[in-house]
Every structure is written in structure tokens, then in C-alpha cells.
Nanobody, 117 residues
């Protein structure tokens, strides 16, 4: 199965941008629909965005629509999340995984995003 490592998080002020990356070590990354998920302290993990295996179709949670963009590079085996106009409520640990509606994946360590003035 695909192994995933997230990176790119950090501390930023509201209105700024971050780009998260997810590096896949498996040999069949290209066949999986993928997603970004996040979990804030005291809250359940939620789905942020999904992308089909070929990258042609994307879906977003209402809370991030118009601000975040999910993309993938199947040659580099990498998933991305471009995060613009960040808000304090975006603060969470962000994880990549398969689209869990379609395939069971395994969680990595995630990357911390903190949005604060």
C-alpha cells in the first residue's frame, strides 16, 4: 500500500498562504483518488478536499471552497494543497490519505498549520 509523508505546514498570519505537500512512496499512487483531511484540537477529523486519480475532478468542503486548491503530480507521486486567504479557523493538523469513500488508507503524522496574528 502507498505510504504518505506530509510537509509544508507552519505558523502564518491571517490572510497569508501556505502550500502543503504529500510525498507518496508506493508504486501505485496514480490509481488512487486522494484527499486532504484536517483535525483541530477537540474536534473530529474532517475531509477538506478530494481529487480523482487522474486529477481531472476535485471537490471541497464549503468552509474552504474558493480559498484552497488540491492538485497532484502522478509523475512525481506527490499531492498538493494550496491554501490561500488563511483564517484562524483553518488551524489544524493536516493529513493526506486516499479518498476514504473509495479506499482504505493509513494515517501518517500530518503537518501542523497554525493561523494566528
Amino acid at each position: 500500500q502507498v505510504q504518505l509523508v506530509e510537509s509544508g505546514g507552519g505558523l502564518v498570519q491571517p490572510g497569508r498562504s501556505l502550500r502543503l505537500s504529500c510525498a507518496a512512496s508506493g508504486s501505485i499512487f496514480r490509481i488512487y483518488a486522494m484527499g486532504w483531511y484536517r483535525q483541530a484540537p477537540g474536534k473530529q477529523r474532517e475531509l477538506v478536499a478530494t481529487i480523482t486519480s487522474g486529477g481531472m475532478t476535485t471537490n471541497y468542503a464549503d468552509s474552504v471552497k474558493g480559498r484552497f486548491t488540491i492538485s497532484r503530480d502522478n509523475v512525481k507521486n506527490t499531492l498538493y494543497l494550496q491554501m490561500n486567504s488563511l483564517k484562524p479557523e483553518d488551524t489544524a493538523v493536516y493529513y493526506c490519505n486516499t479518498d476514504l469513500r473509495l479506499s482504505k488508507g493509513y494515517w501518517g503524522q500530518g503537518t501542523q498549520v497554525t493561523v494566528s496574528s
